[in-house]
């Protein structure tokens, strides 16, 4: 076999090895969120009405979440590939902005009567969301970077990450405030794989 055919098989290899990888993330989003917000629910904050709202608001944080994941993934592509991506970027941005439109009713049912720590979440999270216009501007004006991509969308759903860690620490026991530090941190990890799968756009690209 000579040394161009076994650098084709290694890349190919690499490549199926992160599409694995990222197949999992969404679907355990999904799954966590319910389970997260059903457990404070079950636990109980001192003001049950917010974990009951918490609850019913997971499966659009999640969307939410999901969205954001793909918009970046797109966006990326598009950066790096040139406009030949611009439908699929176009696309995951509507599916964002619908998402957005969906979570948007809930936040003042969710904020009032939360705890401190969750409204100030919240307000750090509308702050980054503040900057996903001139993101996008920037994309098409092709005033944009691959770092530039990956710093404001990951920094929007570290935010979410942030948000989750900070929420475990209102828990009222060390029981489930070990469980709820469990789930924020199998948040990370799946939100890391989902970062990684966009960089791979970047990595395996004629450019990269």
Known sequence: MTKRATRRTTGASLRNRILAIALV?????????????????????????????????????????VALQEERRATMAAVVLGGGQRGDMVQQRQL????????????????????????????????????????????????????????????????????MRQLARTAPDADSAYLERFSSDYLFASESMQRSRALAVAAFSPTG
Do not use: C, H, W
Not at 28 to 47: D, I, P
């Open 96 to 163: 964002t902005d619908s998402a957005v439109a969906a979570i948007t009713p809930t936040n003042d049912a969710l904020t009032k009567d939360a705890p401190d720590v969750f409204t100030q979440g919240v307000a750090a999270l509308q702050q980054q969301f503040a900057e996903l216009p001139k993101v996008r501007q920037r994309v098409d004006n092709g005033q944009s970077s691959v770092q530039d991509v990956d710093q404001s969308y990951s920094g929007i759903l570290g935010a979410f990450v942030a948000g």
């Open 25 to 65: 993330p969404s679907l355990s989003l999904l799954v966590l969120g319910g389970a997260t917000a059903g457990y404070f629910a079950y636990e109980g904050f001192r003001k049950q009405n917010f974990a009951n709202r918490l609850s019913d608001a997971t499966p659009a944080i999640n969307q939410l979440m």
